[in-house]
């Protein structure tokens, strides 16, 4: 099975767009993003790379499965 690798903020945006999320809208101290009833937290993107473990929190929070984040690259 493939591995996490960490990612660019922007290709984080895109691939949470592909399994359906909206935005990123603001809102208080954090981006979020939408999907019925799922709203996922986005960090602020000043730094290069979204490390694996913000990563694991990040497709966590939004109820995707690695394999399913893995495979829709």
Not at 26 to 45: C, E, F, Q, S, W
Not at 51 to 58: C, H, K, P, T
């Amino acid at each position: 099975m493939a591995k996490l690798t960490p990612i660019s903020w922007v290709k984080l945006i895109q691939r949470l767009r592909r399994f359906g999320f909206r935005g990123p809208f603001a809102g208080g101290k954090h981006l979020y993003m939408l999907r019925k009833d799922i709203v996922v937290t986005i960090p602020n993107p000043h730094y290069k790379e979204i490390s694996v473990d913000l990563l694991v929190r990040i497709i966590k929070q939004a109820g995707i499965s690695r394999n399913d984040w893995l495979v829709k690259r």
